[in-house]
């Protein structure tokens, strides 16, 4: 089952009084639709019929044919999508270099906050950390990384 951050686990986070706390945040544009469907899914997520005409697909199956188009990326009306896309984007980040799943914010993890620390929230990434610096360099990081993912 899909365990997403909730608002209690940053009141949890530990370190000594007067310590100033900074964040980052990205937000992944786009994320349902750079993860794609495999080919057997697509059949379920067709979109009422157009005439092919009307989207360019008359070459194909002639002016008036009726067609339906179908998603070839997650709908985000879809159940299962999010889950998908949550699992999608931590997969990603444990490839990553810079970052280990050992530092996500989870519910069953440590609060410690004597690393750059993270969590994600279906498109969303924040870190929290006490150094400015290394948190500017690892959001550039995780940008870039998911940048050259493109699709998924």
């Given at each position: 089952a ?11 986070l ?7 706390v900074y964040s ?12 794609k ?12 019929p ?5 989207v ?7 002016q ?8 070839t990326?997650?709908?985000?009306g ?9 699992a999608?984007n ?20 440590d ?6 620390r ?7 990434f ?10 500017r ?12 993912l493109?699709?998924?």
């Amino acid at each position: 089952a899909m365990q997403l951050p909730t608002p209690d686990l940053l009141s949890k986070l530990q370190l000594p009084a007067g310590t100033p706390v900074y964040s980052a945040k990205a937000d992944l544009d786009n994320c349902f639709h750079r993860v794609k469907t495999p080919v057997w899914l697509r059949s379920y997520f067709c979109l009422p019929p157009v005439r092919a005409g009307d989207v360019g697909m008359a070459y194909r199956y002639g002016q008036d044919a009726l067609i339906h188009p179908r998603c070839t990326t997650l709908p985000m009306g879809w159940s299962h999508s999010a889950a998908l896309v949550q699992a999608s984007n931590e997969h990603s980040i444990a490839g990553m270099p810079s970052f280990s799943l050992a530092d996500q914010i989870t519910a069953d993890g440590d609060f410690c906050l004597d690393r750059p620390r993270f969590f994600v929230y279906i498109d969303d990434f924040v870190l929290l950390g006490t150094d400015p610096a290394r948190l500017r360099y690892l959001l550039n990081e995780y940008v870039r990384c998911m940048d050259n993912l493109g699709s998924w």
